[in-house]
Each structure stands twice: as C-alpha cells, then as structure tokens.
C-alpha cells in the first residue's frame, strides 16, 4: 500500500504561485509514476501533470504547460506541482496520485490518490 498526503492548497490572486507538495509513504519500493489531477466544481476530474519514476519524463495538459512544473524528490519521497501565473480557471480540488510505472494521463490508470488540497484563485 501507498499512501499520499497533499498539503500546499490555498487562496491566492491572479497571477500569484503556489507549490503543491505529495507526500508519498508506505510500499515505496517500487516504480511509482505520480501524477497530478484536479477537481473543479460541478465538473469531472481533470489530468494536470504526471512524471516518471525517475523524474526524467514529464508530460502536461495543454492548459498549464509554461506555467506549471511538476517535479520529485525520490530521496524525500515528495512530489511537487509548481504552479505560477496562476488563473481563476485553476481553482480546483487538486489531488496526487501514483501507479506503477509508465506515466499517463488517464485517472482510472492510477492506484493510489491523496484526500486532496483546494486551490483558490479570485480575480
């Protein structure tokens, strides 16, 4: 089992940054893609970023490329979404996740999701 702890949520205006940080515990041996999702409301759940094992390879919704990163630390067990030029549009519940490798975008490919951490961003 794995368990993820997402903390780094909170209200900021247009424009402004935040950094989201997973917290990864448990069964770590293995090769564990995370990603990064999210949760407007009304809306269904959203593909944001995902990286690699290894932290190499990294792919992005088109809506957030230039302006998020998504990153890990291996040695801290932490995973981490850079998030800049921050929209209204982003406010979402944002929720880590991990599988097996290889990455993907697809949700239902994930094992393993944290409890979320809301963004707000007001105009």
């Known amino acids: 089992q794995v368990q993820l702890v997402e903390s780094g949520g909170g209200l900021v205006q247009a424009g402004g940054s935040l950094r989201l940080s997973c917290a990864v515990s448990g069964r770590t041996d293995g090769n564990y893609a995370m990603g990064w999702f999210r949760q407007a409301p009304g809306k269904g759940r959203e593909f944001v970023a995902t990286?690699?094992?290894?932290?190499?390879?990294?792919y992005y919704t088109d809506s957030v490329k230039g302006r998020f990163t998504i990153s890990r630390d291996n040695a801290k067990n932490t995973v981490y979404l850079q998030m800049n030029s921050l929209k209204p549009e982003d406010t979402a519940v944002y929720y880590c996740?991990?599988?097996?490798?290889?990455?993907?975008?697809?949700?239902?490919?994930?094992?393993?999701w944290g409890q979320g951490t809301q963004v707000t961003v007001s105009s």
């Open positions: 996740a991990a599988r097996r490798s290889p990455a993907t975008s697809a949700s239902l490919a994930y094992d393993y």
């Open positions: 990286v690699s094992g290894s932290g190499i390879s990294t």
